[in-house]
């Protein structure tokens, strides 16, 4: 480092490089010694005004020429891609050559320092410290699942002889080195993510240096590591091992004993990726249209619409007060039909990752996958039951369920049949969601949890590990609806959140941190229960007593 930018060392004389500096020269933006004072003033080829450096006003500290030892560098070129100063200028290398002022060269820098800071503080950094948390959780668990096992087999150890404690004592061995392997790999994984949340912290520590020093040379030197950071490291995949008991048979006492599967510890990468602050996973930006247009409308034959859910950018799947669910193309051709397994209403659709159909069946408490017209129960729950259904970006599922007799309410997130997460209650105990009633819900693209809170009058917002972030109850103006009663939640590829007013017969349209847009409030909707998205972001609305689908176009293509 350059000894007059050190803390720990005296400043120097810019001319001689040896005595401590006391006076500054402001116009020329140098820094001198005592001796140096009068070597300086010598040059009378221009104006100085040499004041106690504690006395200099604050200026600019412009760059050395490193051709011009005397001169500072007030000037960027452009083409070359270096700070130039007058001398260099009058020398015609530069000629030609688009030139700008090197404080707005700063200032440009500057802004791009302050976004780097930005996403580092309000992105990069909480990521890592969410998967960090998520990885401490896992520790605190990993002893009841695996004292889970133990007990498994000491209880069918009991019920053998002493002939087969050989056999139950190599087992607790086996899953006493799983264990082992497990933590420690664990271990690993915090231990990686710590130093990189290390690194990012330094980067936000270095950035926040950077930016008071207004320093150009330090400043433009700068090169940013966000890039680096925004590539998570690969998720830890465990295969947790279990313990599967058989019957006792003495004549085949160690096959008949159990076993347990293997211990697989792979990684891969996470379910989510980490966003650039101008576009969420790159997508293009686009902007709302000034007037919302309706594209199509097509008749469908329910008496009561409920749900509706994008196949493709052609195709609908939708449900009503109708066994049968209905898949459309945008000329309102009835392309296929499903009767529920049950011969019961289902009450929500949605398509999952790999294209199937899922719907849940309250009244069976189940809930559906459909494939090549076979349906397969999925999800069966004991006095809960499941309403509403959205498939995540990972393939996940999220249910929201009430409680048989109404009193509570839950959003759960499955992996195939298990049960992976459950939000009901705040940091405070309190319970997040209004006890039974209506609640839609959907993943946004930043990976948020989004409910649309009937029973509350709210859309309640949850980051992906069940953390609330906010809640909005309608728009806080003099312009807003008197009432606000969100039914359904549907958001699109720039995150924001679409949710249907049913009884004020508008959609509002949110941004991901809740702030409000703007209304769709022309298209003459009647009604709107249900709304889905494409993947051009065109939105579909269900109006549920005119059986009627509107495909609406509300956002332009690109900015």
Request: hydrophobic share 30%; glycine share 4%.
């Amino acid at each position: 480092m350059d000894p007059k930018y050190s803390a720990q060392d005296i400043l120097i004389c810019d001319l001689c490089q040896r005595a401590a500096l006391q006076s500054h020269c402001e116009l020329c933006h140098v820094n001198l010694c005592i001796n140096c004072v009068g070597k300086h003033l010598s040059d009378s080829s221009k104006r100085h005004n040499v004041v106690p450096y504690k006395q200099r006003t604050s200026v600019p500290n412009y760059p050395k020429c490193p051709n011009h030892t005397q001169k500072h560098c007030e000037l960027y070129c452009e083409k070359c891609d270096l700070h130039v100063c007058s001398t260099c200028l009058s020398s015609g290398n530069h000629k030609g050559h688009d030139l700008s002022d090197a404080l707005q060269r700063l200032r440009i820098k500057l802004k791009d320092l302050q976004k780097d800071l930005k996403e580092l503080e309000k992105k990069i950094y909480p990521t890592y410290e969410e998967i960090a948390s998520g990885l401490n959780y896992e520790k605190e668990n990993i002893d009841k699942h695996y004292e889970k096992l133990t007990t498994a087999v000491t209880k069918q150890g009991e019920e053998l002889h002493r002939e087969i404690n050989i056999i139950e004592n190599n087992l607790k061995s086996e899953i006493e080195e799983m264990k082992t392997k497990h933590l420690a790999a664990l271990h690993e994984q915090e231990k990686q993510m710590n130093m990189i949340t290390s690194d990012v912290k330094q980067s936000i520590l270095d950035l926040k240096k950077i930016l008071d020093s207004n320093d150009i040379s330090i400043t433009s030197e700068y090169t940013s590591r966000n890039a680096e950071f925004r590539c998570l490291p690969p998720k830890m995949k465990v295969s947790i091992s279990s313990f599967s008991p058989h019957q006792i048979n003495t004549e085949q006492l160690h096959q008949m004993f159990g076993s347990l599967s293997a211990l697989s510890i792979t990684t891969e990468k996470h379910g989510y990726t980490m966003e650039t602050p101008e576009a969420v996973s790159c997508s293009p930006v686009k902007l709302l249209l000034d007037e919302p247009e309706i594209i199509t409308t097509i008749d469908i034959e329910y008496d009561y619409l409920y749900s509706v859910t994008c196949l493709s950018e052609e195709e609908m799947w939708t449900c009503g007060k109708d066994r049968i669910m209905k898949l459309y193309n945008l000329q309102g051709k009835l392309l296929k039909s499903i009767q529920t397994k049950s011969g019961n209403l289902p009450r929500d659709i949605a398509v999952s990752k790999n294209g199937d159909l899922v719907y849940t069946d309250p009244d069976a408490k189940t809930v559906n996958k459909v494939k090549n017209k076979k349906i397969k129960e999925v999800i069966r729950v004991q006095g809960w039951i499941p309403y509403y259904v959205c498939s995540t970006s990972s393939g996940d599922l999220l249910v929201t369920m009430n409680s048989d007799d109404g009193e509570q309410s839950k959003v759960v997130r499955y992996t195939g049949s298990t049960e992976k997460q459950t939000i009901q209650f705040d940091n405070k105990g309190e319970p997040m969601y209004a006890s039974g009633y209506y609640k839609y819900v959907c993943e946004n693209r930043n990976l948020d949890i989004c409910v649309a809170d009937w029973g509350a009058y709210a859309v309640v917002v949850v980051n992906r590990s069940g953390k609330f972030r906010f809640k909005y109850t309608g728009r806080p103006s003099s312009t807003a609806k008197e009432s606000f009663y969100p039914y359904s939640i549907t958001t699109d590829s720039q995150s924001q959140i679409l949710t249907a007013d049913c009884a004020d017969h508008c959609v509002h349209i949110l941004d991901q941190d809740g702030e409000f847009l703007r209304y769709i409030d022309n298209c003459y909707l009647q009604y709107p229960w249900d709304l889905c998205v494409d993947t051009r972001d065109n939105l579909f609305v269900a109006e549920c007593y005119r059986h009627k689908l509107k495909k609406i176009k509300y956002m332009k293509d690109t900015q």
